[in-house]
């Protein structure tokens, strides 16, 4: 009998548990009303008396290993329902992780400004609220001058002197106000103008302008940077320059690319001619230098802009401008895999 409660003992420290019905059924073989330990106490009765005091102790201590097992097994497993309770399954896969997007327009605007920095384009930007001076003025646009229609400028209240920039122009000027020639910079940033909203047109929207200045700086310097931009931005190798105005260009011009016609999604967007306008471009006025205090005789340049929701809209095929300030994450999701 001793031999037996020796080995019961072994059993019992060696066991562990799983489960709650695990622990409940080792009770009920060790302490149950007809366990081992009850059969055990029966066959006491009948043990010689020289033996009985240490097999009663033995007994004993078998019956307070078995309880205090039971014991500890619950606690420990009651105490890992409550955790799992808690934290829930521990083992099971991580929920995805939602990844953001970019905007369309910092996806294009980075585009743009990492083809420039290509070619030795620093970026500059300045502020949106402006002043005559440096949205106007200095751009050889004099006050009561007619070409300021061509931007409906929003004031500040009532002083005249302040407003919404029109265009980054005006981080043009204040960067020669405080860079010597040579310069190569682009100015990036959001422009306002008191327009109607429409699927093509906003009060709001965004430009990359380019400014070099440099002794020599040609008209074919300019045509060279164009069609390496184009090349690097639509793959497109064919532009052509139109003739137009702007106050504080001369001569200036706009720049055409030859989109294609090949699905009838091109002639659409290039209303059957192939030709699609992307920017304006000219040589600097003299006027500008001199205004931003460059000696013109000494140097020249060349300065452009380009509208950002423009370009997004053609490579996206994004059909009205106001879906970029929606922020519809339906639209924005598709984005997504775009770094
Ligand atoms: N500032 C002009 C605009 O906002 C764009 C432009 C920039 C044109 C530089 C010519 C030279 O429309």
Redesign the pocket.
């Known amino acids: 009998m001793k031999q037996k409660i020796q080995d019961l003992l072994l059993e019992i420290e060696n066991f562990n548990a799983k489960s709650l019905d695990e622990v409940e059924k080792f009770r009920i073989k060790f302490l149950g009303s007809k366990g081992i330990i009850k059969d055990l106490f029966n066959d006491f009765k009948s043990v010689d008396v020289s033996l009985k005091k240490e097999i009663g102790q033995a007994l004993n201590q078998l019956r307070k290993e078995a309880t205090e097992k039971v014991n500890a097994l619950k606690e420990a497993l009651e105490d890992q329902k409550q955790e799992e309770k808690k934290y829930g399954d521990l083992t099971r896969p991580a929920e995805p992780l939602d990844l953001g997007s970019r905007h369309p327009i910092s996806i294009v605007k980075n585009q743009i400004l990492e083809i420039f920095s290509r070619i030795g384009f620093t970026v500059s930007e300045g502020p949106e609220i402006e002043d005559d001076w440096h949205n106007f003025t200095a751009l050889n646009l004099p006050e009561y001058h007619p070409a300021r229609d061509m931007?409906d400028t929003f004031f500040i209240e009532t002083d005249p002197d302040i407003l919404l920039r029109?265009?980054t122009?005006s981080v043009q000027v204040r960067y020669m106000e405080n860079h010597k020639p040579p310069i190569r910079t682009v100015s990036p940033g959001r422009?306002f103008r008191n327009e109607d909203i429409s699927a093509r047109a906003h009060c709001i929207f965004h430009?990359v302008?380019g400014l070099y200045i440099d002794t020599d700086v040609s008209f074919a310097d300019l045509k060279q940077t164009l069609l390496y931009f184009t090349k690097e931005m639509f793959g497109k190798s064919k532009i052509r320059l139109r003739p137009s105005y702007?106050p504080?260009?001369e001569p200036?011009a706009e720049v055409d690319i030859y989109w294609g016609l090949e699905t009838e999604t091109d002639y659409k967007i290039t209303k059957g001619t192939g030709w699609l306008e992307i920017?304006?471009?000219?040589m600097v006025d003299p006027n500008v230098l001199k205004n931003a205090n460059i000696d013109a005789e000494k140097y020249s340049g060349f300065?452009?802009?380009m509208g950002i929701e423009r370009i997004a809209m053609l490579l996206y095929q994004i059909p009205d401008i106001r879906m970029f300030y929606e922020n519809d994450v339906r639209f924005l999701d598709q984005f997504k895999s775009v770094i």
């Open positions: 931007q029109t265009h122009s422009v430009q302008e702007f504080f260009t200036s920017m304006g471009c000219g300065a452009f802009g």
